[in-house]
């Protein structure tokens, strides 16, 4: 049986999608910038999805615009603000330790080069941010405000509506990386006080390699990538027209079917989660419980083993999983949000994220609840670690 469940790496683009975006790899070639009629199929093409995606979060589509990844939309808020707020003696980031990297790598490139002080705000055992920390931590100095709407690896739902009308209260802008939250959540910029939010199309069954970014109408942070004139003069290149047309179908078919998804997710995941409660002793969920934790997510720590090598067990019995962000799967550290949620680094090493989706089925959640007790049980029978772990605990 091959079972995947890696949704939050990325989701398989949709065939309705495919379909959709199919014309624009052939007879629709045109360059949307170009003046003869022919091109303009492909600058209506454009517009479409931009009026799809602004709808989805209740924006304006000029308050939209598409980037090459979720990590670029990122990278554009965070590098685009603060060298903008230069001009008014401005060089203070707020943003968390539980951040992707797109935004924590960025936020080190900015002190390191730029000289930005950055705070990093603490988050509790559950993975929240506090509204009063984030409040502490304003200065005079203070540009932005970054804090992402759910983690990627433990799911944690962050109070953004609070933090937003925070720093309204401040005016400083409140930036979002919505890139997991944006695939799960109704997200409604106006009513959640949000004014810039990162997306990316592939974790919505879209297509890789396009993202884009909600600016409020007013916020003018300087460009990211120059050249060309697209995107208003925002963000330069030519388009990836048949991306976007994927990105902005992703997000409408997604929109008609979020309770849906939303209530068959958080069934399953729900069923696995007390499957591994019942079935493995020492099992302890990282992250929040209901409906602060994104629908499809579950992440486990194993004492005694190594999530590396509950993988490739997994993976040998056709189960793909992750251990946390599929971005630092090369990496052996343990993870910088488990650390972050208190959890020893033994206990962050043998840590385990399932993340399910359209694909998943009651039978394949079964097949992992068969599989996997097994296997933690054959790894701790050999790990030193678990041997003294449990002596301890005697
Ligand atoms: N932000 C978060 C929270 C993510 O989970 C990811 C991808 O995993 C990204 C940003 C990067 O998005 P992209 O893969 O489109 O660059």
């Not at 739902?157 to 890139?179: M, N, Q, S, W, Y």
Request: glycine share 8%.
């Amino acid at each position: 049986m091959f079972v995947y469940l890696d949704h939050t790496a990325t989701t398989p683009t949709s065939p309705e999608v495919m379909k959709a975006m199919m014309p624009y790899f052939g007879e629709i070639f045109g360059n949307p910038s170009s003046v003869y009629s022919f091109s303009r199929k492909s600058r209506e093409a454009i517009e479409k999805a931009r009026n799809q995606v602004a709808a989805s979060l209740n924006a304006d589509p000029s308050e939209i615009f598409f980037t090459g990844s979720g990590t670029e939309a990122d990278n554009w808020a965070l590098k685009g603000t603060l060298e903008k707020a230069k001009i008014s003696g401005k060089n203070h980031l707020i943003t968390t330790k539980i951040e992707h990297h797109a935004i924590l790598h960025t936020a080190e490139y900015l002190h390191k080069v730029e000289g930005v002080d950055v705070t990093y705000l603490p988050v509790n055992s559950e993975g929240f941010v506090s509204v009063e920390d984030v409040k502490n931590a304003i200065t005079d100095k203070t540009a932005l405000v970054s804090v992402m709407f759910a983690n990627n690896e433990v799911g944690t739902i962050e109070p953004v509506k609070e933090i937003g009308a925070l720093c309204r209260e401040h005016k400083i802008p409140f930036h979002t990386d919505a890139v997991q939250a944006a695939a799960h959540l109704k997200i409604d910029v106006k009513a959640m006080n949000i004014d810039m939010l990162s997306m990316s199309a592939h974790k919505m069954y879209g297509p890789k390699g396009v993202g884009a970014l909600y600016l409020r109408r007013g916020l003018h942070p300087e460009n990211f990538i120059h050249g060309g004139a697209q995107e208003h003069k925002h963000r330069a290149s030519t388009e990836n027209i048949a991306g976007i047309v994927g990105f902005g179908e992703a997000m409408e078919i997604l929109q008609g079917r979020l309770e849906e998804d939303k209530a068959l997710n958080s069934a399953r995941r729900d069923r696995l989660i007390s499957g591994i409660l019942e079935r493995i002793p020492h099992a302890k969920l990282n992250g929040a419980t209901g409906d602060n934790r994104l629908p499809n997510n579950i992440n486990f720590s194993f004492i005694g083993v190594e999530g590396e090598t509950l993988l490739l067990d997994l993976d040998a019995k056709g189960i793909s999983a992750s251990t946390g962000s599929a971005c630092s799967s090369e990496s052996l550290d343990p993870s910088h949000v488990l650390l972050a949620l208190g959890l020893k680094h033994e206990m962050a090493h043998g840590s385990l994220r399932f993340t399910i989706g359209r694909l998943t089925t009651d039978e394949q959640i079964d097949y992992v609840l068969e599989v996997l007790p097994e296997i933690v049980s054959r790894r701790r029978e050999m790990s030193p670690l678990w041997e003294d772990y449990i002596k301890s605990q005697a």
